[in-house]
């Protein structure tokens, strides 16, 4: 995307209405431009930060000694591509696979992405949940950001799901899940489930986030 240089410049004091668009999925989106980095909002979610996005930054951080030997890594909830642009922040650039259900969203995650890392992106627009129930392909690194509004879909918590993502890792693969708090009670039940499928994981705690690592 060509941004004049005077948004660029008003984005350091203020978000800058870049894009606004609607689609099957999210009856209103917004592309913000803040301090040099896309943001992707709904009325009531917030979903990229460039490379600023906390949760991608977790992932990168504690994967960090696994990530030189990662080939290939799908993406289930692609939002602007925050972590394609963490992963390249920090020297990495493996091929991706990335699946979003809203078409406008993944269309504009390509756009935006550098010219140097789309050669390397394999984009997906489908439900993940019936993208992994069909996938034979297998993964170094699976990464599940899946929300709708700042609810990740009860599918997504399912043993099944996750068996499957277990499933399509390769030996000594990873996984990271990106998971929003909202009911203690409920979380818990989710930490049980994961925990039966992954049992070996840690668990950072970013604000109401709580980020699975295996």
């Not at 993406?75 to 650039?93: D, E, H, P, Q």
């Not at 890392?117 to 949940?129: C, F, H, S, T, Y």
């Not at 297998?138 to 099944?160: A, M």
């Amino acid at each position: 995307m060509d941004i004049p240089f005077y948004k660029k410049l008003l984005s350091y004091f203020y978000p800058v209405l870049l894009r606004h668009s609607s689609g099957a999925v999210n009856a209103s989106l917004k592309i913000y431009l803040y301090r040099n980095q896309f943001q992707l909002t709904t009325p009531d979610a917030f979903y990229s930060d460039g490379d600023r996005y906390r949760p991608a930054i977790e992932v990168v951080r504690n994967l960090k000694l696994f990530l030189p030997d990662v080939k290939n890594m799908l993406v289930l909830g692609t939002g602007l591509g925050s972590i394609v642009r963490v992963m390249k922040a920090n020297g990495f650039n493996p091929n991706y696979t990335l699946v979003e259900l809203d078409e406008v969203v993944l269309k504009w995650a390509i756009e935006l992405l550098d010219e140097d890392i789309i050669k390397n992106i394999k984009p997906v627009n489908a439900d993940a949940k019936v993208f992994m129930a069909r996938n034979t392909d297998k993964f170094d690194l699976i990464f599940i950001d899946i929300f709708n509004s700042r609810v990740v879909p009860e599918f997504v918590t399912t043993p099944v799901f996750l068996t499957q993502c277990l499933n399509s890792l390769n030996p000594g693969g990873h996984l990271a899940f990106n998971y929003i708090v909202n009911d203690q009670n409920r979380w818990e039940g989710v930490r049980q489930t994961f925990t039966s499928v992954f049992p070996e994981n840690k668990i950072i705690k970013e604000d109401i986030n709580r980020i699975f690592i295996v």
